[in-house]
Nanobody
Framework: VQLQASGGGLVQAGGSLRLSCAASGRSFSRYTVGWFRQAPGKEREFVAVVRRSDSTTYYADSVKGRFTISRDNAKNTVYLQMNSLKFEDTAVYYC???????????????????WGPGTLVTVSS
């Protein structure tokens, strides 16, 4: 599967953005899809994930209550709605997919097989 993230941009603190992750190929519903981000000089970190089986979602503590991940299998797209953005949310955001993953591994980038090019989110303070 090929992934393409979009929707990044420049926004003021407190604002909102919605990122999209469009996937090519069939059987998109068979993939668990996660969002990760990487700020300059930092390691890539987990943001959110939506599981393939039942669309259960999980979030990093730093974004819980502000970000919402969702999927539309008919459109082969996963979304990340980001509200109340903070300066520290500034990063390149990546979406990633894997066909099978155990719950304890969902936060690790190495668990995901497919990655798309990132989209830059810049939050001005």
């Amino acid at each position: 599967v090929q992934l393409q993230a979009s929707g990044g941009g420049l926004v003021q603190a407190g604002g909102s953005l919605r990122l999209s992750c469009a996937a090519s190929g069939r059987s998109f519903s068979r993939y668990t899809v996660g969002w990760f981000r990487q700020a300059p000089g930092k390691e890539r970190e987990f943001v959110a994930v939506v599981r393939r089986s039942d669309s259960t979602t999980y979030y990093a503590d730093s974004v819980k209550g502000r970000f919402t991940i969702s999927r539309d299998n008919a459109k082969n797209t996963v979304y990340l709605q980001m509200n109340s953005l903070k300066f520290e949310d500034t990063a390149v955001y990546y979406c990633a997919a894997v066909s099978g993953i155990i719950l304890s591994m969902i936060r690790f980038p190495s668990s995901y097989m497919y990655w798309g090019p990132g989209t830059l989110v810049t939050v001005s303070s």
